[in-house]
């Protein structure tokens, strides 16, 4: 699965907070019913990313620190670390014995076509829009 349910729950929690108000992980969790644990991981998640900025204490809650018409689904995947490979051979630093062996490959040539078109989609939506 290309999109995992950690991004599905982050995407939740971004539309949670994008009206500008500040929530807690417990607000964002009922609102949106992502399971609570789950929430605050994504909360450190998108936090270390710099999509939210965290206030501790009392008064304390989560807000948005970036414009979601700034921020691409490419890029909140990678926030979540997760892969958009369409397979292991374009990951970086992959080892192809096949590539090393015979030199050329046009599976691969022709699955790198599939994974640029596929990043470039991915690149290409913001997640004011979604």
């Known amino acids: 699965m290309l999109i995992t349910r950690e ?5 939740r929690v971004l539309r949670a907070l994008s009206e500008g108000e500040q929530l807690t992980a417990g607000d964002i969790s009922e609102q949106q019913m992502v399971p609570k644990p789950f929430a605050y991981k994504i909360i450190k998640k998108l936090s270390k990313a710099g ?8 008064d304390g809650g989560c807000r948005l620190a970036v414009g979601l018409d700034k921020v691409t689904l490419y890029d909140l995947m990678a926030a979540m670390e997760e892969d958009s490979a369409v397979i292991a051979c374009m990951e970086p630093g992959y080892a192809c014995p096949w590539r090393e062996r ?5 599976s691969h040539r022709q699955l790198a076509a599939i994974q640029r078109t596929l990043d470039r989609e991915l690149q290409s939506h913001t997640l004011q829009e979604i």
């Open 51 to 58: 999509f939210v900025r965290i206030t501790r204490g009392a």
């Open 102 to 106: 015979q030199g050329d490959c046009v």
């Open 7 to 11: 991004t599905d729950y982050a995407l």
